[in-house]
């Protein structure tokens, strides 16, 4: 509201009922000009005051306390996805206009594990409805043990949301079609706790690359199968899968624990794959110019607790980084005689159960707790602070967050775009988040007035029991998860 001068208060005078007293009628001179009595002169002192006064007549800092405390006390009322419980008989329902593209789609058991097999469909494909390939291992209850196969699926019919963006021109007409599971199914006798994918480029063009899959079972064994045939089936109808073809290649017995930690070297494109147990011991296996596999007896040691994820360096073929139950990453060199690590970093006084390497910035690894916190660590920091800082021993992360109040079971950063990440985590979300968001102190922690929301936060997916992610290298901002089903989605965020 504008406000009058104090000359122009007093010729207008204030208001009453509606209405305005007579202009007194003074000399022009001003010499001559007399005193009257402001009847409100005892409300008014002066012209500060008057100022000072705010819309419902208090001062702006007396009612904007009282706004903010407002707030303060509406907050425990907003609904957090994964963080505020639903009441009995409630569920939730995606607002498909923050979608692209979402489907779920269910397996005969829940997977805990699989992996995207890359196509020669196209990059940075954007045509409705999408196709995939995937492959993943089973989670039968422990009676039906039998019942566990490693599954080599092709997702299609995968269309676009509704009222979503403008069909490209060489968009099919079936955009809206309904999504189709096919699946080839390879008998397991133990559940997979993770499963990758590895190709090894065809000396003959005309020829598909070898697709090879690793599975770390619960049984301690790992197994790599050669899943070519079976990815070829689905477009060569009539095809049949022999009971050879369902063997492994190769049986890695030097584990005497179950583990969980495997990845396969995108620097070596015969095949090199490391795997790791809960005994803290990491093996490398290489496949040899014949096509068999050699693993070294000798294994790498430095964890005191079980390795729980393991990624190879995206830019130095000879270089790996571990992530333990012992609230450690380690970095390894496998030239290393010694089989110990180069570099130790304590993290966490908690599991760190995933890391991921950023393909687009190598000296970027984010990290995931049991706690719930994930992190972004630049490793050419990394050197121990002798106190001060953070705690001791400690490097300082670039990022880090505590938004997610259950274990980080997945974190994986975007394949093109080094400033986003997806995270999933025990409490039935998948998020994603924008690195390139810099706030100060006072702003990082809370957003629209939620407390505990990061800017940073872009988008929250609910997805029961969420294990895994990974984003599609082909279709730019597609996501598929796994937890007590899959779910393939990209949002209109990324």
Known sequence: ?????????????????????????????????????????????????????????????????????????????????????????????????TYRMLHNLSTPWPCLSFDIVPDSLGNNRSVYPATMYTVSGTQADYSKSNDNALLVMKFSGLSKMDGGEESSDDEDDDEDADPILESKSIPLTSTTNRIRVHQTPSQDPTRPPTTLTATMTESTNVLIHDITPHLASFDTPGTLITPQQNKPVCTIRAHKAEGYAVDWSSLYPAGKLLTGDNDGLIYVTTRTDGGGFVTDTRPFQGHTS??????????????????????????????????????????????????????????????????????????????????????????????????????????????????IVAVAAGDNTVTLWDLAVELDDEESKDTAGVQDVPPQLLFVHYQKLAKELHWHPQIPGALVATGEEFSVFRTISV
């Open 1 to 97: 509201m504008s406000k009058r001068s104090a000359d122009e208060e007093k010729l207008a005078g204030p208001l009453k009922a509606g209405g305005r007293p007579d202009a007194m009628d003074v000399d022009d001179k001003p010499n001559d000009m007399g005193e009257f009595e402001d009847e409100y002169e005892d409300e008014y002192e002066s012209e500060d005051e008057i100022i000072e006064a705010g819309v419902d007549g208090r001062p702006d800092a007396e009612r904007e306390a009282e706004e903010a405390a407002m707030d303060v006390d509406s907050g425990p009322g907003t609904f957090i996805v994964g963080r505020t419980k639903l009441d009995p008989g409630q569920t939730l329902s995606p607002d498909p206009t």
């Open 306 to 419: 079980s390795v729980e994820d393991i990624q190879w360096s995206p830019s130095e073929a000879s270089v790996f980084a571990s992530a333990s139950s012992d609230g450690t990453v380690r970095i390894w060199d496998v030239r290393s005689k010694s089989r110990t690590p180069a570099l130790s970093m304590q993290i966490s006084s908690t599991d760190v159960n995933v890391i991921s390497w950023s393909k687009q910035t190598t000296h970027l690894l984010a990290s995931g707790a049991d706690d719930g916190e994930w992190a972004v660590w630049d490793l050419r920091q990394w050197k121990p602070k002798p106190g001060g800082g953070s705690a001791p021993g400690k490097p300082d992360a670039i990022a880090s967050f505590n938004y997610h109040k259950e274990q980080i079971t997945s974190v994986e950063w975007h394949p093109t775009d080094d400033s």
